[in-house]
């Protein structure tokens, strides 16, 4: 009974409660940022990308490998050839390593040769021939008196001598080459394979430091890193995203985007300015740089509703002052007067 008599009541206090609430006023709203007004009567608006001077470079790794180190931080000014970022170079090093030792033992080889003949071999090649003279002598000896002894001694004895004493002519000729070849030193041929062989080792040697080298990403020209795209432990390839963002931020442009539709009225000399986004009471006036002649689609879309997305634009660079105080990739309104 008591449950029955409650819910009547608490559906009327609902009712004037929601009632009470109708009659309060709405809290008001914070003000939204005004549109910003053109100065000029005719006019041709576009959008606008920040840009740096020379437009932003992608700097790649030459070489594939893991990112070990950043050499500077984002935002810091680099001069021409300065190292980014580094990557691993432990291979490379090992084989450096490598070729340096080869590089050694080839240089090695060609001082022996150099140094010929030394002053510890000419003794035992003059030893061998003295030798050689000695036993030739003998057999001469043994073969004279086989000649005197006639046909006692025997014929097969006396030819045996006779072979011995040529085998002892012959050994000692060898022995007298040899001494020769020695003193002579080495010859011009084999001097000039063993250069040849340090010249390649040396060869070997400096392609290691290049690759070495390579794997320093280095600034193609002065700029400030605007972006790391790769931090240390990612992998890196020439052909992959690049290693960091550069760009010249002492000079920045505005890539201005105008509808293929008012190309007919736009003029490079005409005045232009640019309004950042949420600053409508800020206008930076603008110097022409350059047109770009390809009409090409809208890549910069500004995301508003009635925006289509098929539009073709013609592209114009222009210079911001020196004290716009505006970052890459920052969009702006653009406003470009229409002369009669």
Known sequence: MILKLALPVLAVAGAAGAFYASLRPAPASEPGIPMAASPYHARIAGSGLVESAGEEVAVAAALPGIVERHAVAAGARVGLLEPIAVLDGRVQRAALASAEADL?????RLADLRSLPRADDIPPAEARVARARADLALADDRLARAVAAGPGLGAEE???????????????AEAEAALVRLRAGATREELAVREAEVTQSARAVDARRVDLDRLVVKAPAAATVLRFELQPGEYATPNGSAVAILGDLDTLHVRAQIDERDTARFSASAAAVAIPRGQPGRRLDLAWVRTE?????KRALTGDVS???DTRVLEVMYRL???????PGQQVDVEIEVRP
């Open 104 to 108: 050694v033992a080839a240089a090695a």
């Open 158 to 172: 006396t030819a045996a001598r006779r072979l011995g004493r040529d085998a002892a002519a012959a050994a000692l």
């Open 293 to 297: 002649p390809l009409v090409r689609p």
């Open 307 to 309: 925006e289509r997305v």
């Open 321 to 327: 002052p020196a004290d716009a105080g505006l970052h």
